[in-house]
């Protein structure tokens, strides 16, 4: 298991599109649904580097009565011990489940079912944010989405293809001028990236001519600025 590959992703918060609202015959508080929780393990572990087994599964209850409309039904309720391992760590919680049905083997499947899916939430949630740990801080400041990291050597080659596509001094320096954002973020992130940046454009400005249709006198006999001159950010 490479945990330093996991890490990122077990620091990330989690994101407000998978979590669920309280229901009323379901969880009293947000949660994430279960099919969910395995498929992040799967994401974030691999899936042959993680698993779970039921350490414990025990019935507290097997009642037969009536539902509020009246409707006799038999109720379940189960409780469990799930412990997950991830590579050599080993995790353990608690879960619990309810199951009403009008068959007793359905509301015991359904109880059971419900109190490993439970069990299983709460020992993954030990690993992070993505497992629903960060539903369980009321500020909620880890419920989100983080902004993606800045990919400098793909915004650099993204100014760069597009420099060499300029044909006249005034379009580079146009270019230049319109990426301004881009070209910030990028001096701000990697410099080294930045200045060889400006060098280029500063040298294939030196291959191109000036369009001569762009061009109007300079005022008071005044030369043109140099448009190597005008690279900064």
């Known amino acids: 298991m490479d945990w330093d590959e996991a890490k990122p992703h077990l620091s990330a918060k989690l994101d407000p599109a998978n ?44 009642d037969h009565g009536k539902n509020a409309k009246g409707d006799e039904q038999w109720q379940a309720a189960y409780t469990s011990i799930i412990r997950v391992r991830v590579g050599d760590v080993t995790r353990e919680d608690v879960g619990f489940g309810s199951g009403f049905a009008k068959a007793k083997g359905d509301a015991i499947e359904g109880a059971t079912k419900e109190a490993v899916t439970d069990g299983l939430k709460r020992a993954l949630r030990t690993f992070g944010n993505p497992f629903g740990l960060a539903l369980y801080d009321k500020t909620r400041a880890s419920v989100g989405v983080d902004e993606p990291k800045f990919d400098a050597p793909a915004c650099a080659k993204r100014l760069n293809d597009g420099m060499i596509a300029r044909k006249t ?65």
């Open 19 to 62: 979590v669920r609202p309280p229901s009323k015959f379901g969880p009293k508080g947000h949660y994430i649904e279960g099919w969910h929780t395995i498929a992040e393990a799967n994401r974030i572990f691999g899936f042959g580097e993680w698993s779970y087994e039921i350490s414990k599964l025990s019935q507290d209850g097997l």
């Open 169 to 233: 001094k005034e379009d580079l320096l146009a270019y230049w001028k319109g990426e301004a954002g881009a070209i910030g973020a990028l001096k701000d992130n990697d410099a080294a990236a930045y200045d060889k940046l400006r060098a280029d454009m500063a040298a294939h400005a030196a291959t191109l001519i000036a369009d001569p249709a762009r061009q109007a006198p300079p005022p008071n006999g005044q030369e043109h600025t140099s448009v190597a001159g005008g690279f900064d950010a």
